[in-house]
């Protein structure tokens, strides 16, 4: 992975502050992840990115949380995975649970890929959900 593209998934040094551009970067995380699971967790950090640099999603989200640091600091979750890729908390102290799927461009979307998230993050913690 290049400095620049570990730059802005904030998983490098932070001396360089180069955006590479969101397509860029996706094209990058589909070329050179080395499996599934890799692919799915940079993609994840780069919608975490997204998700606190964008001034709309800014203005409506306080901290973008990646699952397993969010449910470090709640005590009805054990941090096992339940389909919550980020939880990001809201200005108003709601949290939103986020499903962050990196597909190929030509896969087609069904009610069958979103169904377990749904069950999942149908809990009361959870105010609205973002798939």
Request: aromatic letters at 12%.
């Amino acid at each position: 992975m290049s400095e620049t593209t570990q730059d802005y998934l904030g998983i490098g040094s932070e001396s360089r502050q180069t955006n590479l551009g969101f397509q860029s970067v996706l094209n990058y995380i589909r070329e050179h992840a080395r499996s599934e699971r890799q692919k799915g967790e940079l993609f994840e950090q780069l919608m975490q990115k997204y998700f606190t640099e964008d001034p709309d999603y800014k203005a409506e989200f306080s901290e973008v949380y990646l699952w397993k640091q969010w449910a470090q600091l709640q005590t009805e979750f054990d941090g096992t995975d339940i389909g919550v890729d980020l939880v990001a908390e809201k200005h108003d102290g709601g949290f939103c649970a986020i499903q962050c799927k990196c597909y190929a461009e030509t896969t087609r979307i069904s009610k069958g890929h979103i169904d377990s998230f749904i069950s999942a993050s149908a809990s009361e913690i959870f105010t609205s959900i973002l798939v």
